[in-house]
């Protein structure tokens, strides 16, 4: 290769990198920008909260029924949406629904009857309580339960455990009265980081802000150098994707923490005499591939192997990424799953 073809090259090369440092840019990714395409947490001038859920005395995040009086949005005195537990109609079947943003209703429209918990209370002869809270793990799940089953006295308990953020990397406290999580205009975020519990809002977002997610300190002059480009950014960031897979799967093939919580909450029903079934939810980039494999460990459990349902779901069920819930149609299809189970016509 002569001089001049190189050199020809050398400046397409550069004009390429130019036109993806504009449109990179042009996307929302500033120079130092390390976020992961999934994550909502975002960068803002002035950091200020939005109440939509709470911590409560006894480490349970509840929904904050003042904010959501504005979204109409009702929920009960016990900080769930469902019906107050002394409107409970006890000539019914009582089906309990443990969850997260799956069971409380996140993207069904609207959200105020459209949920798998909402449709399938009313195509049926069933009192359906649903105890789902965005963004919980099973630790909030086993809480509920130890609250809950023996107080409500269900006929059946479903735990719905999404393959996504279920699985616990890192164990946390709970502590009551303290936030589990921190809604602000920011995004959503954690109060128990990589490990760390971070007992302000502010402090949780300096983390996340400075040394997680944004090369705000660089380390060494090839960090600065990169913090400078987004493009040198986002091939930087390919490290920390990496570095997540591998946690990730390492948790999926050893879900010691997860299994802790999801065996409290088998220990209890049994001891309660309350049939128990954990409803498997997939990603939706997971959907109509051989998901089962991969997570065997959980799913192949000798202790829960028999309380597993996992439903054949679709990829239409699911809105697309950075959403990623059911739609509605996924809403109706987990509705008459349910229905059918509880029939008795699905092994």
């Known amino acids: 290769m002569n001089k001049h073809v190189l050199l020809f090259w050398l400046f397409l090369l550069f004009v390429a990198a130019i036109a993806i440092e ?16 999934w994550l ?3 960068a803002v001038d002035s950091l200020y909260i939005i109440k939509q859920f709470k911590t409560g005395k006894d480490g349970i995040l509840i929904a904050d029924s003042t904010y959501w009086a504005t979204q109409n949005v009702a929920i009960n005195s016990n900080g769930f949406r469902t019906p107050n537990f002394d409107k409970i109609d006890s000539s019914k079947k009582k089906v309990l629904v443990i969850g997260d943003s799956f069971t409380w209703g996140l993207s069904a429209n609207p959200i105020q009857d459209s949920s798998f918990c909402d449709l399938l209370s009313k195509a049926s002869n069933l009192q359906v309580i649903n105890l789902g809270i965005p963004a919980v793990d099973p630790l909030q ?11 409500l006295k269900p006929d059946v308990v479903f735990v719905m455990f999404f393959s996504g953020n279920d699985f616990m990397t890192y ?3 709970v502590i009551p009265n303290s936030e589990m999580y921190y809604w602000t205009n920011a995004g959503a975020i954690a109060a128990d980081i990589d490990g760390n519990h971070f007992a302000d809002v502010q402090s949780a977002y300096n983390y996340l802000y400075e040394e997680k997610y944004y090369l705000k300190k660089p380390k060494s002059k090839i960090e600065y150098i990169i913090s400078s480009s987004s493009l040198l950014s986002r091939l930087y960031a390919l490290k920390f994707r990496v570095e997540e897979k591998r946690l990730s ?5 050893s879900p010691a923490i997860t299994l802790k ?3 409290q909450i088998l220990n209890l029903c049994n ?10 939810i997939p990603e939706v980039k997971e959907v109509e591939k051989d998901f089962a494999s991969k997570y065997k460990v959980l799913l192949g459990d000798s202790r829960l192997k028999e ?3 996992v439903p054949e779901y679709k990829y239409e069920d699911y809105k697309d990424y950075p959403d990623g819930h059911w739609n509605n149609d996924g809403h109706r299809f987990m509705a008459k799953y349910l229905e059918e189970i509880l029939a008795g016509n699905i092994n």
């Open 22 to 37: 504009i449109s990179l840019r042009w996307m929302g990714f500033h120079p130092g920008d390390l976020r992961p395409n």
């Open 40 to 42: 909502s947490f975002k």
């Open 141 to 151: 799940y086993s809480l509920i339960a130890q609250k809950y089953v023996s107080v």
């Open 171 to 173: 164990d946390r406290r």
């Open 249 to 253: 799967l390492q948790t999926i093939h």
């Open 261 to 263: 919580y999801l065996y």
């Open 271 to 280: 001891a309660s005499k309350v049939p128990l079934r954990f409803v498997f």
């Open 307 to 309: 309380n597993w349902l």
